[in-house]
Every structure is written in structure tokens, then in C-alpha cells.
């Protein structure tokens, strides 16, 4: 099925590292999609991809759709305590007939607590 | 303005009430979402309108009653839930259904049923 596997499930590190989680899944996906959740907020979008081999920065985050097109990474450069919360990566789920209806397939999301 | 606001931020009802969520976007966008989300799990999706009209239901239980006045607004009528049903429940909206890159969150209501 459309699943997505997103690692690691949860992440503790210090303020000034560098964090790195990624996606993968046995089907093809033509866009990937990386949110960010505070605590009792809504997802946030932070990275859109839309080509295999897309490597795309929005600050101090980096993406990458993968080759394959069944996989991607978001990378955190030095982070920071605000950087705090949950990231979910996503893509369009797709029906019988390969349309996307707007639903979207969330991997099961990477906790990051950061110390400062 | 790429905001979508959601009313109220934290709901409390009994098994017995009748109550509403509401949504509201204007960013012009013609498909509008209902997401249910549990604690540290993903969202997951319950309704998509699209131009107005009910598009998708996903096998939710009749005691969920979406609604969609016009092209901004988006409300969840809720009536003899269970306790089970607690969750933040989110909205989100796209400028066509099917365009995920253009899917915006709300902050969601923080729903408890007692």
C-alpha cells in the first residue's frame, strides 16, 4: 500500500547539532511533503518536492526526493530549541486509477526535543 | 494571506450535546478538508469538499456532519459522540482538490468528550 516508514521515531539532541530523519515507502510518490507541528497547533508546510533527485532549502532545512522516487530526508543545519516538535513527511495518496483526491499519506512523524 | 482559522481552539461537550466546528479560509481555495488527529500520531482525513460539495468521506460515522455554506467556510457538526471520538480535529484547504503542495493547516480544535 501507500505507506509511508519515517526514522526515527523520536530524536534528543543538543542545541548547535545537526539533525537528519527521512522517508521511505514501496510505492512511487510524484511529490513529497515535509510539515512541522508545534504542540496544539496544525502542521505547518516547510518543504515542497516535486522531482526526483530535487534537493530544495528553506533556511536552515534541506529535502531531498529521492532517485527512486520512494524515498526522501529532511536535514536540520544547527539547530535551535524553537526547531522543537513533530515532523511529518507526506505525499499525495493516490487512488485505483493513480488520481490524486487531495487526501494525503503522512508518515507516522519524527519527535525532536532539543536541549538547549 | 495564507491563514486558516478555526473556532473554538479547545471544545468540552457530554455524550448528549450538539455541537460545531467551524472553519474559515480567504485565500480563495475551492477544496476544504476535516482531519482528525490523536495524540502523537498523523492526521488523518475524515472529509474533502470541493467547489462547495461533500467530495470524499472517509467511512466516517454519521454522528460527524460536515457542512460547507459557501466557498470560505467549512463547519463539523458534532452530536452523540463518544469519548473515543477526543482528538484535534483540523482543518485545511487547497486551492483544488488533489493539489497537496497547496494544502494549508488551521490550528485545529482540541475536542473532549466527557
Known sequence: GQQLNQSPQSMFIQEGEDVSMNCTSSSIFNTWLWYKQDPGEGPVLLIALYKAGELTSNGRLTAQFGITRKDSFLNISASIPSDVGIYFCAGPYLNAGGTSYGKLTFGQGTILTVHP | ?114
Open chain 2, 1 to 114: 494571506d495564507t491563514e486558516v482559522t478555526q473556532t473554538p481552539k479547545h471544545l468540552v461537550m457530554g455524550m448528549t450535546n450538539k455541537k460545531s466546528l467551524k472553519c474559515e479560509q480567504h485565500m480563495g481555495h475551492r477544496a476544504m478538508y476535516w482531519y482528525k488527529q490523536k495524540a502523537k500520531k498523523p492526521p488523518e482525513l475524515m472529509f474533502v469538499y470541493s467547489y462547495e460539495k461533500l467530495s470524499i468521506n472517509e467511512s466516517v460515522p454519521s454522528r460527524f456532519s460536515p457542512e460547507c455554506p459557501n466557498s470560505s467556510l467549512l463547519n463539523l457538526h458534532l452530536h452523540a459522540l463518544q469519548p473515543e471520538d477526543s482528538a484535534l480535529y483540523l482543518c485545511a484547504s487547497s486551492r483544488r482538490q488533489g493539489e497537496a503542495d497547496t494544502q494549508y493547516f488551521g490550528p485545529g480544535t482540541r475536542l473532549t468528550v466527557l
